[in-house]
T-cell receptor, first 112, second 110 residues
């Protein structure tokens, strides 16, 4: 069964550093998403991407965040200057229709 | 009022029990409703969509009550493997961007 993959599974970084989280969506999917989940809290939507552009973004997705689909398979989330409060699990998701989203296993980001 | 509210639990039930969770939502314009399951430190996985007429999938039944703005999930004949956190997801009206509840924790014991 096809699945969404994410790399790395864990990332430790220093405050102020840039990180890039990578995702490979399911191949025939058209909609791509990033979410985050701070430990012990609910899953929060960050951004959705369709037709090579951002379709929706949340208040969390400020100027330090950006997304790219650099080629036909990868979908990346860049955090430009990490803060302590960026420590969280970051999930990528993809779908053929907006309703039924398939999540990747997540990247656990720890900012020190 | 929070957008999506769930009783965090935990609900601690023996194998074979029937257990039900409710989830209330605040946006009356919401049209889509979903239950996801999340195991500890894992990704959310779609369990089932919730239709106006209700939805049943094996031991799982989901219902929608628009008048009172809540959805429910009923699990019959609980298995140990049902132990997880169950997330209620309700996109606001006009959007498919999910608003997640904090989840209800279920522990099924032998």
């Amino acid at each position: 069964e096809p699945e969404v993959t994410q790399t790395p599974s864990h990332q430790v970084t220093q405050m102020g550093q840039e990180v890039i989280l990578r995702c490979v969506p399911i191949s025939n999917h058209l909609y791509f998403y990033w979410y985050r989940q701070i430990l012990g809290q609910k899953v929060e939507f960050l951004v959705s991407f369709y037709n090579n552009e951002i379709s929706e973004k949340s208040e969390i997705f400020d100027d330090q965040f950006s997304v790219e689909r650099p080629d036909g398979s990868n979908f990346t989330l860049k955090i430009r200057s990490t803060k302590l409060e960026d420590s969280a699990m970051y999930f990528c998701a993809s779908s053929t229709t907006p309703e039924t989203q398939y999540f990747g296993p997540g990247t656990r980001l720890l900012v020190l | 009022r929070k957008e999506v509210e769930q009783d965090p639990g935990p609900f601690n039930v023996p194998e074979g029990a029937t257990v039900a969770f409710n989830c209330t939502y605040s946006n009356s314009a919401s049209q889509s409703f979903f239950w996801y399951r999340q195991d500890c430190r894992k990704e959310p996985k779609l369990l089932m969509s919730v239709y106006s007429s209700g939805n049943e999938d094996g031991r799982f039944t989901a219902q929608l009550n628009r008048a009172s703005q809540y959805i429910s999930l009923l699990i019959r004949d609980s298995k140990l493997s049902d132990s997880a956190t169950y997330l209620c997801v309700v996109p606001p009206g006009g959007s498919y961007i999910p608003t997640f509840g904090r989840g209800t924790s279920l522990i099924v014991h032998p």
